[in-house]
């Protein structure tokens, strides 16, 4: 059926059949996320990330699967919930068809962020009109219905949770302040974040003083390419960027035996001339004039390929790596080398491939790798035969 829409010419359809084919297709997609979310859920609950070295079932499928680990753990997280058998309604609604998987989503959430004071019949209440509610709202409006589920099916109950939310916001804050980046692949870093209202209060504040249109020309305060005033979300954005680069890097904390610096590596004709591209040790790409003006910030290290260099082999003299020798791992693997591992070079360890103490191995560049905690107990691990790729990235198996 799927080959046969693949090559359905959509030209030969009326309007009302493209419309008809648009609801049909969405229903399927809702299906078929259910079906794929339960299997994925199984494979957590057989642990099959075990027989390749992933740390989890979310790890193995995003590698296996070419999704991003942020998809992959929503969707095994999603696939557990849809097997609980208080939400088994809300599944059964998911494969026939009749809710989304959004909204199906937002309904477990809502249920799920009940007081623990709610007894059962009112969670299957609460769960049960949401249900119906999502024939008529979409993800968002469930969302808002959510909120407020308790007025309309308890009312009673639903007042005096009121009250004791507002008194517990202020300390729930602080234990639930998150932060999520992610790159979208054209330069550029997207996230979110949660975190107590005083600070951001105090963040908003910095952001408006570096924004300051005193501080600034009008040169600064236009866009190049059309000659507009830049909007007020583009120059708090730009301040924020300014924030970053301008913290003190000597008030962070070493993290894998390197202080929380960037590594920009480019040529020394790239240093030199501002002609050309550098990489950045999580391995994107940027111009020379930014790389160059990087390179004189404090807290970035210029990684200059043909200009003097520290020493990185230290043979048998020394154990653990340098700092010299931990930046050029990181340069090198960008992170865990273990296959589909997503971990930063500042989340791993230094591993000699030879094992210094039994093999006699050497502390330098061409016989270490980094691997994060998970893999390098894998790699120390008898049960697992680890195998070195053409690419330098590593698998494990387990031996039978």
Avoid at 108 to 131: F, I, Y
Avoid at 159 to 178: D, F, I, R, W
Avoid at 228 to 241: C, I, K, L, N, T
Avoid at 292 to 303: K, M, N, S, T, V
Wanted: aromatic letters at 4%.
């Amino acid at each position: 059926m799927l080959d046969g829409l693949g090559e359905l010419s959509l030209t030969g359809l009326s309007d009302d059949q493209v419309a008809g084919l648009v609801q049909q297709l969405t229903v399927a997609t809702g299906r078929l996320t259910h079906a794929l979310a339960r299997t994925v859920a199984d494979a957590d609950r057989r642990a099959l990330h075990h027989h390749t070295g992933h740390r989890s079932a979310a790890a193995w499928y995003a590698d296996t699967a070419r999704v991003t680990a942020r998809e992959a753990r929503r969707l095994v997280r999603f696939g557990r919930e849809l097997g609980y058998d208080a939400n088994a309604p809300v599944a059964t609604a998911l494969a026939a068809g009749t809710v989304r998987a959004d909204q199906a989503a937002l309904i477990l959430r809502a249920v799920d962020t009940l007081p623990d004071t709610v007894d059962t019949e009112v969670r299957e209440q609460a769960r049960d009109r949401l249900l119906a509610d999502a024939a008529h709202f979409d993800a968002d409006g469930l969302r808002r219905l959510g909120k407020g589920i308790l007025d309309v099916v308890a009312p009673e109950v639903g007042e005096s949770h009121e009250q004791k939310v507002l008194a517990k916001e202020a300390a729930a804050a602080a234990q639930g302040a998150s932060l999520t980046m992610y790159d979208d692949g054209h330069g550029r870093t997207h996230g979110t974040f949660v975190i107590p209202a005083h600070q951001g209060a105090m963040l908003r504040q910095a952001i408006h003083a570096i924004a300051n249109p005193q501080r600034h020309d009008h040169n600064d305060l236009k866009d190049p390419a059309t000659g507009d005033w830049r909007s007020v979300p583009e120059r708090h954005g730009q301040a924020f960027g300014e924030l970053i680069e301008r913290y003190p890097v000597d008030r962070l904390p070493a993290t894998g035996g390197v202080n929380a610096q960037i590594v920009v590596t480019m040529t020394l004709d790239t240093l030199l001339t501002g002609i050309g591209v550098a990489t950045l040790d999580n391995g994107d790409r940027i111009d020379a004039g930014t790389a160059r003006r990087l390179a004189c910030e404090a807290g970035i290290i210029p990684a200059v390929l043909g200009g003097p260099s520290e020493v990185l082999d230290l043979g048998r003299t020394r154990r653990y790596h340098s700092k010299a020798q931990r930046i050029a791992l990181g340069i090198r693997d960008r992170g865990c080398t273990a296959r589909g591992c997503t971990i930063p070079p500042s989340g791993c360890h230094a591993h000699h491939d030879r094992q210094w103490a039994r093999d006699h191995g050497h502390t330098n560049i061409h016989d270490c790798r980094l691997y994060c905690p998970h893999h390098h107990r894998r790699a120390h691990d008898p049960a697992y035969q680890t195998v070195i790729h053409a690419d330098n990235t590593v698998t494990f198996h387990r031996r039978r």
